[in-house]
T-cell receptor, first 115, second 114 residues
């Protein structure tokens, strides 16, 4: 079945450091790929997405490129801020019987940014 | 614009008590609706999904049930809660657009079963 593997956290960085959170996936077909962010005590917010190979999703300075050859969707940001501290989830979308799409999530990577 | 509401935000219930969590969506018609659970320190697990009124599919066996009495209302229920039902419950909606089905999440309900 479908699966998503994320790098283990927590990740602790200094402000303005470069961020990479690795994500690889296993899926049949050609899923869409997503990054969601969860701030403490809140629900998930869509951060960015990519729907086909070589697509680059970007938002708020974060980027991720859909790499079919390496089955990866790594999240990057050139300069993190304290406000980026949150848990980041990589996910892929696969079809459900009868319609709709199931999101398969990684276990999440906690990011802590310090001054 | 579309919004999704969940209530209550926080709930503490004794083992064996009933449960009813509600989710409503505004600003869209005929959405796909989903219930996820996030256990402490773990990822999200899909519990139920619905592609229309009265249509419910379950992804995992459990003592929870779901219902969709109206187009934009999705309810998660239990007759008798277990300790293992504790967690963060998230409702999500999606509408197929441009061959992509992006899911948008509500604020969640944190359930503690004692």
């Amino acid at each position: 079945g479908d699966s998503v593997t994320q790098m283990e956290g927590p990740v602790t960085l200094s402000e303005e450091a470069f961020l990479t959170i690795n994500c690889t996936y296993t899926a049949t077909g050609y899923p869409s790929l997503f990054w969601y962010v969860q701030y403490p005590g809140e629900g998930l917010q869509l951060l960015l997405k990519a729907t086909k190979a070589d697509d680059k999703g970007s938002n708020k300075g974060f980027e991720a490129t859909y790499r079919k050859e390496t089955t990866s969707f790594h999240l990057e940001k050139g300069s993190v801020q304290v406000s980026d501290s949150a848990v980041y989830f990589c996910a892929l979308s696969g079809g459900l019987t009868g319609g709709g799409n199931k999101l398969t999530f990684g276990t999440g990577t906690q990011l802590k940014v310090e001054l | 614009s579309q919004t999704i509401h969940q209530w209550p935000a926080t709930l503490v219930q004794p083992v064996g008590s009933p449960l009813s969590l509600e989710c409503t969506v505004e600003g869209t018609s005929n959405p796909n609706l989903y219930w996820y659970r996030q256990a402490a320190g773990r990822g999200l697990q899909l519990l139920f999904y619905s592609v229309g009124i009265g249509q419910i599919s379950s992804e995992v066996p459990q003592n929870l049930s779901a219902s969709r009495p109206q187009d934009r209302q999705f309810i998660l229920s239990s007759k008798k809660l277990l300790l293992s039902d504790s967690g963060f419950y998230l409702c999500a909606w999606s509408v197929l657009a441009r061959n992509t089905d992006t899911q948008y999440f509500g604020p969640g309900t944190r359930l503690t079963v004692l």
